[in-house]
């Protein structure tokens, strides 16, 4: 069992959640994730690691309320207990030396990267730092992420906050900069990953990003995430969750993750009374 | 001695018209007469060669003398001495290719049903107040990390704790069993009969840790430091697909993902437990082992209309057991033979539409010592199907392979061992699925018994 350690939502709709996993938090390294069951009949979830503390052997995700897992994910209190916490999961990011890297995240991505920026620039990157929101009021962790970038660049779909448009932009506004990347990082949704790496393609450089399909044992076993990448097919949980988006199959995995729908809204709607 | 008792009793089944759509065991059990009468018709040879077949050694005609004599107690006292899993064995072990195989009694077509006696010996052994436990050797202080808690690990885990060594188990899943849990179905094999056989481990004194992937949690050399032996015995977990186009298409599985929604986390329940399982009303499922006719049956349990097994041999070189063969024809599974699907075909949204199959013809017998299927040029067809599930087998996984340094590894990933299960690499043993890739139950534990034997050869030094 694994203890809940903290737990809050840190803008509309995400919230962080620290549970003790000491063995966890001794081995993990950037861009790794865990699989998470709130209660003894839950799901397996897959969730990125937003951050860690070693001494204290605790482990901090980010993660956005989409369905009944995750909303029984919010539901835990500090104090409570999970069944299961199971990781590090996945191959860690490769952090090296690049010279200038772009790291970009949006939604829960703005977490799970934060790991990935403070070892490039530990590596000694210039780490230049892109968070993307629909509203100022979504954004968060600006200043623990500003402590690792060299710089910050913010874009709102409304305006209210840094630059005004959608993902679309960036390619523009790195122009107007004259920000060349040796190395471009992506967190957050299917969809942003997506188009970053349609947007971003043009400057010849590998477009990491961490993939999130529907997972269930996270070690390989069942192959649920499996994604097409240069022709070939990988499973996510042991090849990745890192790929280059430029050779994903984006089309395909949109439609994969959209695999349970319908089971879902059942899901929300039976769930509440007698749980 | 009388004349030859021929008449093998039968077992006791769910009628298969009620059974296809239940999810409860498809076979009843012995009552302690039809046992009795069964264990009556053991010839108690002189020399039993039954035991032969046994990939552990179990003391057969003790065990069914017992029986025979009512003494079901001493019945079970020897099958624990071999076999601590003799509820699944007794559910689970192909005998028929094994000790049944091998009993005189077979000359004449009516082996003595070992397998169901074992069956019923556990059995009885539950329906009793107190379990008698074994002797257990003093402590050597000796400490044994046990990686993975299928039926290799299991053993290997029974074995030691048995002669005094100090025991832990980890298991990558949050339940432990292995494929015994994930992949064969409530139907051939209730969990509650495995969470028994595994409550017996832990009362014997193995600890238990889930929740816990070495290789990852911590890597095998990490736990080197801390235990004086190490057995790996993490399966075969890695799915094979055909590898042909449409196969990442929404509605097609490999055998683990589908069995592992039903199974470990209990799809049949859904919405009740949280992790969904589709209902599908064309189902194919593509293979002929156990695990194919394991999927078949539990489409059909979940509703469908039809539940087809496309296969690309012939009847007659169908891996399955017999018993399960039989068992999935009574339930209505559809055999396709001598088919290959080549090509899946999806709909706008990504959902599969229609499979294309090819016809196949036997040829020359392969290195397997089959007739090799030969596709029939221009037999293309097309046939409608909502679900496809791959059953063709898994390769072992890689996450110890990757992370243990001078572990020597074969050709296709699985752990390289000698005939004590002893690897390349100091202190450390291997044993089942992901040394001889996909087998069964009692390989994996015939495998673990030898490694055990020979772990404890090395800590009495």
Known sequence: MFKVIEKEMIVPNLYLLTVQAPDIAEQIQAGQFIILRSHDDAERIPLSVADWNREEGTLTMIFMVVGDSTSRIAGLNVEDFVPTVVGPLGKPTETKKFGTVICIGGCYGIGSIFPVIRALNEKGNKVITILEARSNFLLYWEDKLKSYSEKIIIITRDGSSGQKGHIKRLSKILQEKAIKPDRIFVNGCTFLLSKTSLELSHFKVPIIVSLNPIMIDGTGMCGVCRVTVDGSTKFACVDGPDFDGRVVDWEELLKRRKQYLNEEAVLVHHSGCGR | ?461
Not at chain 2, 104 to 112: D, E, F, Q, R
Not at chain 2, 116 to 134: G, H, N, S, V
Not at chain 2, 195 to 222: A, C, H, M, P, W
Request: glycine letters at 10%; hydrophobic letters at 40%.
């Open chain 2, 1 to 461: 001695m009388g004349k030859l008792d021929l008449n093998r009793r039968e077992m006791p089944k769910q009628p298969s018209h009620i059974r296809r759509r239940n999810f409860n065991e498809v076979a009843l059990g012995y009552t302690p007469e039809l046992a009795i009468a069964e264990a009556q018709r053991c010839l108690q040879c002189k020399k039993p060669i039954c035991i032969d077949g046994c990939p552990v050694e179990i003391d057969i005609p003790g065990f069914i003398k017992c029986i025979a004599d009512g003494d079901f107690a001493g019945s079970i006292r020897i099958l624990k001495d071999k076999n601590c899993l003799p509820a699944v064995c007794g559910r689970v072990c192909p005998q028929e290719e094994q000790c049944e195989e091998l009993c005189i009694l077979n000359k004449k077509g009516a082996p003595v049903a070992i397998g169901r006696l074992e069956r019923f010996a556990a059995y009885w052994e539950t329906t009793q107040d107190k379990i008698e436990m074994p002797e257990i050797a003093p402590s050597t202080g000796n400490k044994v990390a046990i990686i993975g808690s299928g039926p290799a690990g299991i053993t290997v885990a029974g074995d030691l704790i048995k002669l005094g060594h100090e025991v832990t188990m980890y298991e990558a899943l949050h339940e432990p069993g292995g494929v015994l849990v994930y992949g064969i179905p409530e139907f051939r094999l209730p969990k509650a009969v495995v969470r028994r056989e595994l409550s017996y481990i832990q009362k014997l004194g193995v600890k238990l840790i889930t929740n816990f992937v070495v290789g990852k949690t911590k890597s095998v050399d990490q736990l080197l430091k801390k235990y004086d032996v190490i057995f790996i015995g993490t399966g075969a977990g890695l799915p094979w697909f055909m590898e042909i186009p449409g196969e990442n298409l929404n509605g097609a599985y490999s055998a683990n993902e589908y069995l592992t929604r039903m199974n470990l986390m209990k799809g049949f329940q859904f919405p009740r437990s949280s992790t969904p399982i589709k209902k599908h009303k064309n189902v194919a499922v593509i293979g002929g082992g156990n695990v194919a006719m394991d999927c078949a049956r539990t489409a059909l349990r979940l509703g469908a209309d039809n539940s087809y097994i496309i296969y690309r041999r012939s009847e007659k070189e169908l891996p399955a057991r017999l018993e399960e063969y039989e068992n999935a024809v009574e339930e209505g599974v559809i055999f396709h033979f001598l088919t290959l699907p080549i090509k899946l075909i999806g709909d706008e949204n990504g959902w599969l539409k229609e499979i294309e199959c090819l016809r196949m013809k036997l040829g020359e017998l392969d290195s397997s010592g089959r007739r090799r299927p030969i596709p029939i040029k221009g037999s293309e067809f097309i046939m409608p199907m909502d679900a496809y599930i791959v059953a063709i087998g898994n390769s072992p996984n890689p996450i110890i392979p990757e992370t243990t340094s001078g572990l020597e590894i074969g050709r296709r990933g699985n752990i390289v061992t000698d005939e004590n299960g002893k690897t390349s690499k100091d202190r450390v043993w291997a044993g089942g699925d992901i040394v001889t890739g996909a087998a069964t139950v009692i390989l994996a534990m015939g495998a673990g018994r030898k490694a055990a034997l020979s772990m404890h050869e090395y800590l009495s030094k």
